[in-house]
């Protein structure tokens, strides 16, 4: 549902970034773009590219379908913390 994800990127990512209380400069900053990405994802002024939206999935550790309002259910991934052997 095109209408869908264009409706909730923006609430998805901004539920996400205030339960982590970070501003949206530290989080653009944290995913590599630009200071005003975020702000502009938000407000719904620009959307992001392909390699912006990984990016900031991967900070939140969620799927870009979750994302983008396809998948209803924020699953998140597992992160796996690689130990070195000899510990």
């Known amino acids: ?28 900053q944290l995913c590599g773009l630009a200071d005003g990405a975020i702000r502009k994802y938000e407000r719904r002024e620009a ?3 392909v390699k912006s939206l990984v990016a900031i999935a991967n900070h939140f550790n969620v799927s870009t379908d979750y994302l983008l309002g396809e998948q209803i259910i924020e699953i998140v991934l597992a992160r796996t913390i690689f130990k070195p052997a000899y510990e």
């Open 47 to 49: 959307e992001p590219t």
């Open 1 to 28: 549902n095109e209408q869908m994800a264009e409706n909730e990127f923006p609430k998805r990512l901004q539920k996400l970034r205030e339960r982590e209380h970070i501003s949206r400069i530290v989080l653009s």
